[in-house]
Structure formats: C-alpha cells, structure tokens
C-alpha cells in the first residue's frame, strides 16, 4: 500500500484525523519526511488543533526551507494568540517569497493589533 496517496486521497475527502495517521506510516525518505510533516502539520490545522501542528511544522522546518512551512507555522501561532513568535514566522515566509501578499496581510494585521 503506497500510505502518502492515500494520507492525500483522505486529505483531498476531508478525512484529516486518518490522512495523519498514513502519513505517519509512510515511508519517508529525505525528500518524503518533510513532505510528510508538514502536510501531517496541515491536517492538524484543519482540525484546529493548532498546538499539534507546531512541532511538526518546526520538524519540517529542519529538513526543508520552505516559505508555505513559515506561513502555516506563523498562522498556528496568530491562532493560539501568541502574536510575537506569529510574526517572527510570517516574517520569515515574507523574506522568502517577498511575493506572498497572504503574508504581507497577516503582518500587516498584526502590527495594526499591537499599536491599539
């Protein structure tokens, strides 16, 4: 059984709790791992489980630099209201893709917070 199409055939049906547990299975190869962590970080996201998804997102960070891996780590911060570590990370997305305007938003909104 190929566990990382069917973690993303469960992930495409909305099926997050069993997609994670066959990315967990999956065999993972050093290009696979953090492939795994992340997408494993993003079903925890969709389930709001957002204290879940940091360490697999920090995990995913250590393998691969990736700006999406920056963003979505930012996002699980600005969701559990720790704004401070929230834009450190969505600084470091912008830093890596100065394209992402989801990024300028979300430092924008939060620099807006912290003058009220």
Do not use: R
């Amino acid at each position: 059984m190929n566990y990382f199409h069917k973690a993303t055939e469960l992930y495409n049906s909305k099926d997050y709790k069993n997609a994670i547990e066959m990315y967990q299975k999956s065999p993972q190869s050093f290009e696979t791992k953090p492939v795994c962590l992340y997408n494993s970080a993003v079903c925890f996201i969709k389930l709001h489980e957002y204290i879940k998804a940091i360490p697999l997102l920090k995990a995913a960070i250590k393998l691969k630099t990736q700006s999406m891996y920056f963003f979505n780590l930012g996002y699980c911060y600005a969701m559990v209201k720790d704004y401070k570590k929230a834009l450190i990370y969505f600084n470091m997305a912008w830093s890596l893709d100065a394209t992402d305007k989801d990024c300028e938003k979300a430092i924008n909104l939060i620099i807006k917070s912290f003058k009220k």
